[in-house]
């Protein structure tokens, strides 16, 4: 049951409002007017009664309350690393230690300003990565009732400039095969004729490759955690899982890899250093680079490229969008056709002819002035 005491001390009046939180535990806070406690009791009976009371006194700390959930959360190992980097890198040195409660819009827009626009700002992608994160722990704080909003609603969050994919020519792909070392040179051949990542490259087993029917199930992939040694893991998504035909091209190189240099590792990968583990992202950088400059590729081309490569084909020889999302591993057709729709062939000529087919008329042959002068003579 919720009351307001008067109360008298050192001469000064106060008064303290009472109640009972939905715990059934007592609750007060102290005004200098009765007025602002009748107000104040008044709201917080009102948010009782619908169910959105949100503790006033709560004291929690951002960083307590972000690391809980944190570690609550069903993240795929890679996205566990990932959300951590982030709170410790960019979160916690400005909000970790403010009260949950205490965060405003303003402050959180401000943030959002100087990580755009620091020397070392980071990217508008990876900026709304950050902001989303700390939304999600905000939505989080809301369900639990420490908080009634989230100073992250309405922020504004700078814009991704759209980027037009350029993919390799045959010959940078030809030239980077032969600028590879013998024990990589299959895997340059694998990127490019299936477009598979990085990460289900390093992760294929022998095992899941079919030498007589020419295919190769696509189902885990090799991962580097900070401070740890490499592991398998399932792919990105649910629809990473699938079945890629083999080009005879790549069967050939694959084979032959296998031949030269057998799998000591573990779990049967294909593709290991000398020692016979399995290949490390950073290790495989230094390699890559020497091999990009001999190949005389674009400065920046990444082994990522080679699944973009990939999917040019796939598209330059008339394959549909579903066909394309499938090879690739996309959840969904609108994430192929927003990365790859400007290389489908002839857009541009049958934009033209759709249009001209409708509104294009007949040209009237011009009628020279000396025939109408005849004709209205006669």
């Known amino acids: 049951m919720s009351s307001i005491e008067k109360r008298l001390r050192d001469g000064n009046t106060t008064w303290v409002a009472r109640w009972r939180d939905p715990s059934r535990k007592q609750r007060k806070r102290s005004f200098s007017r009765k007025l602002d406690a009748q107000r104040f009791l008044a709201t917080v009976e009102a948010d009782l009664v619908r169910g959105s009371y949100v503790d006033p006194n709560d004291k929690t700390v951002f960083r307590d309350y972000a690391e809980s959930w944190r570690l609550a959360q069903v993240h795929r190992p890679t996205t566990q ?10 979160v916690y040195p400005c909000f970790g230690d403010r009260r949950l409660a205490s965060i405003r819009p303003s402050e959180v827009q401000a943030w959002v300003s100087r990580l755009s626009s620091e020397p070392d700002a980071l990217s508008a992608s990876t900026v709304q990565v950050v902001h989303g994160i700390m939304a999600s722990i905000y939505k989080a704080a809301i369900r639990d009732r420490l908080v009634s909003s989230s100073p992250c609603e309405g922020t504004r969050l700078p814009k991704k400039l759209p980027r037009e994919i350029v993919p390799l020519t045959t010959e940078t792909v030809e030239a980077l095969i032969s600028a590879a070392p013998p024990r990589l040179r299959a895997l340059v051949v694998l990127g490019a004729g299936t477009g598979m990542r990085q990460g289900e490259c390093f992760g294929l087993a022998l095992d899941r490759i079919d030498f007589l029917r020419r295919t190769l199930r696509v189902d885990q992939q090799l991962v ?47 593709f290991t250093v000398g020692n016979g583990s399995g290949l490390r992202r950073t290790a495989f950088s230094r390699v890559w680079r020497p091999m990009v400059a001999a190949a005389g590729a674009p400065v920046g081309t990444g082994f990522h490229d080679l699944r973009h490569y990939f999917a040019s084909l796939l598209i330059r020889h008339g394959e549909s969008v579903k066909t394309v999302q499938s090879r690739l591993g996309h959840a969904t057709a609108a994430e192929t056709l927003d990365t790859y729709s400007h290389l489908w062939p002839d857009s541009d000529d049958r934009t033209r002819e759709a249009v001209d087919t409708v509104l294009r008329r007949p040209a009237v042959p011009p009628v020279c002035p000396d025939e109408e002068s005849e004709e209205g003579a006669s």
């Open 81 to 90: 690393a990932h959300v951590e980097t982030n709170l410790r890198r960019n």
């Open 224 to 270: 580097l955690m900070p401070g740890k040694a490499t592991f398998l893991a399932p792919p990105k998504t649910s629809a990473s899982h699938r079945t890629i035909p083999l080009p005879q091209v790549v069967v050939e190189e694959l084979a032959e890899h296998v031949r030269r240099f057998p799998s000591s590792h573990p779990d049967g990968l294909v």
